[in-house]
């Protein structure tokens, strides 16, 4: 658990119909605690996560070894594929503006427009 780095890392998190089902079977009845928890209800350690799980996966798939911040730039590289707008993208990943036309650009404030941009895009991959 961390501050949040910046105040565009506090906002709202668009789901497409596939992630939010499999958030919501992952989560089952609970209501609180975190997403994804030790057995004992404490947050898992990245460390453990990434040697216990991620990285034995992706040798078995014959992908180099990589951490977290690999997810980040797919979903940054399939966003801009699938021609989401950059403030869109921006709002997304909780980036700050970057020029004087995203002041003009109320999209992202648009709950609805968000939501069926997220829905559109979805997850990039399936799984079967």
Known sequence: MQSPKSRNAL????LCTDVAVMLGQHLGTRSGGYVFQARNGSPIQQS?????DLH??????G???????AFRRF????????????????????????SITDLYDKSCED???????AERVGM???ID
């Open 11 to 14: 906002r709202k998190v668009d």
């Open 111 to 117: 709950d609805s427009y968000r939501q069926a941009e």
């Open 48 to 52: 453990n996560l990434l040697s216990r």
């Open 75 to 98: 979903r940054a590289s399939h966003l801009r594929k699938s021609r989401i707008p950059e403030s869109l993208i921006r709002f997304w990943l909780g980036h700050s503006t970057t």
């Open 124 to 126: 990039g991959f399936s």
């Open 56 to 61: 034995p996966i992706l040798e078995e798939l």
């Open 63 to 69: 992908i180099p070894k990589c951490g977290f911040h």
